[in-house]
């Protein structure tokens, strides 16, 4: 069932407090603010979500999932392109003041396509994962969706980085669907685990890179497998500090109280709203969307060479 779109979801930033009835009239009261937006295909994105909380509280957040379409990884970069220009041509008119793909997939095939097409600032996880890993290793493993890995997205922008740095990259098909249903803690989810990171190991990295949003929800398993001594590398908490420093330099970071986050779907609302409970504390309240359609566009040169 489709909600009605003027609805603002339940924020997960909020609490029961004294002051919750008197934040919840001034934000229903307050002009329409521009928001961030923020674009998965699942409930990957909530990490970067967490994160823009965290660092940016008064920021207003816009969040679409494309769970119609999910996953990306295993989509054509014509694919992820197309789905990309459909999401942004939405979310354009809907107030947001910039966009993060909060997708590796969608940050490794379709960010340099679409950023000179929409007048605002987009943001990918591409280049501020592996700046990070860069400044934390030389051994460098990524693990990423077939589509990402295939890519070499991270290869390409840690080399540029450092000419020295060796990495790996291992595709991992099963991770997304494990998490969006859930099975983070299965015994088959560790065995998956082992079995995507067995090469990585061999090769004695020092550190891994979570080379798709979804991933640092399996990070206890992962430090069930790795020694202590592995850094870790989430590009979501990356990507908001850039993010942070790309709205100061434009001087529209937000200073009023955040609006409620509003929470969007391609697929099923009530699917979603359960999925997101584990990653937010609580049940957000989704509107099911329908993109607009975008007519299709070749792809550039430079985009299949």
Same mark, same amino acid.
Request: proline share 9%; charged share 20%.
């Given at each position: 069932?489709?909600?009605?779109?003027?609805?603002?979801?339940?924020?997960?930033?909020?609490?029961?407090?004294?002051?919750?009835?008197?934040?919840?009239?001034?934000?229903?009261?307050?002009?329409?603010?521009?928001?961030?937006?923020?674009?998965?295909?699942?409930?990957?994105? %909530?990490? $970067?979500? @967490?994160?823009?909380?965290?660092?940016?509280?008064?920021?207003? =957040? #816009?969040?679409? &999932?494309?769970? +119609?379409?999910?996953?990306?990884?295993?989509?054509?970069?014509?694919?992820?392109?197309?789905?990309?220009?459909?999401?942004?041509?939405?979310?354009?008119?809907?107030?947001?003041?910039?966009?993060?793909?909060?997708?590796?997939?969608?940050?490794?095939?379709? %960010?340099? $396509?679409? @950023?000179?097409?929409?007048?605002?600032?987009?943001?990918?996880? =591409? #280049?501020?994962? &592996?700046?990070? +890993?860069?400044?934390?290793?030389?051994?460098?493993?990524?693990?990423?969706?077939?589509?990402?890995?295939?890519?070499?997205?991270?290869?390409?922008?840690?080399?540029?980085?450092?000419?020295?740095?060796?990495?790996?990259?291992?595709?991992?098909?099963?991770?997304?669907?494990?998490?969006?249903?859930?099975?983070?803690?299965?015994?088959?989810?560790?065995?998956?685990?082992?079995?995507?990171? +067995?090469?990585?190991?061999?090769?004695?990295?020092?550190?891994?890179?979570?080379g798709c949003t979804h991933y640092p929800l399996l990070a206890p398993v992962f430090k069930?497998?790795?020694?202590?001594?592995?850094?870790?590398?989430?590009?979501?908490?990356?990507?908001?500090?850039?993010?942070?420093?790309?709205?100061?330099?434009?001087?529209?970071?937000?200073?009023?109280?955040?609006?409620?986050?509003?929470?969007?779907?391609?697929?099923?609302?009530?699917?979603?709203?359960?999925?997101?409970?584990?990653?937010?504390?609580?049940?957000?309240?989704?509107?099911?969307?329908?993109?607009?359609?975008?007519?299709?566009?070749?792809?550039?040169?430079?985009?299949?060479?």
């Amino acid at each position: 069932m489709q909600n009605d779109l003027s609805s603002l979801s339940p924020d997960p930033r909020d609490r029961p407090t004294a002051s919750e009835d008197a934040r919840s009239a001034f934000a229903g009261a307050a002009p329409e603010r521009a928001k961030i937006g923020i674009f998965d295909s699942g409930v990957g994105g %909530l990490t $970067v979500l @967490r994160e823009l909380y965290r660092q940016l509280p008064h920021e207003s =957040i #816009l969040y679409f &999932a494309d769970t +119609a379409r999910l996953p990306y990884g295993n989509r054509s970069q014509a694919e992820i392109i197309q789905f990309v220009r459909e999401i942004l041509h939405w979310m354009v008119p809907q107030g947001i003041k910039m966009a993060i793909m909060a997708c590796n997939t969608s940050s490794a095939l379709a %960010l340099d $396509v679409v @950023r000179s097409e929409f007048d605002l600032p987009i943001l990918g996880l =591409i #280049l501020p994962g &592996a700046r990070a +890993a860069v400044s934390r290793g030389r051994r460098i493993g990524a693990i990423a969706t077939p589509a990402t890995a295939a890519s070499n997205a991270y290869r390409r922008a840690i080399r540029e980085m450092n000419p020295d740095a060796r990495v790996w990259q291992v595709g991992c098909p099963e991770f997304v669907p494990l998490i969006e249903r859930n099975r983070i803690h299965d015994p088959y989810t560790v065995e998956v685990a082992r079995e995507y990171l +067995a090469p990585l190991q061999e090769q004695q990295i020092d550190t891994l890179v979570y080379g798709c949003t979804h991933y640092p929800l399996l990070a206890p398993v992962f430090k069930t497998i790795l020694p202590p001594s592995v850094a870790l590398i989430d590009p979501a908490v990356h990507v908001v500090t850039a993010a942070a420093q790309e709205l100061e330099m434009l001087g529209i970071r937000e200073t009023l109280p955040a609006l409620p986050t509003r929470f969007c779907v391609s697929g099923s609302p009530e699917e979603f709203a359960r999925r997101a409970v584990p990653w937010l504390g609580c049940t957000p309240l989704v509107e099911k969307i329908c993109l607009p359609t975008v007519e299709q566009q070749p792809l550039p040169v430079e985009a299949v060479e």
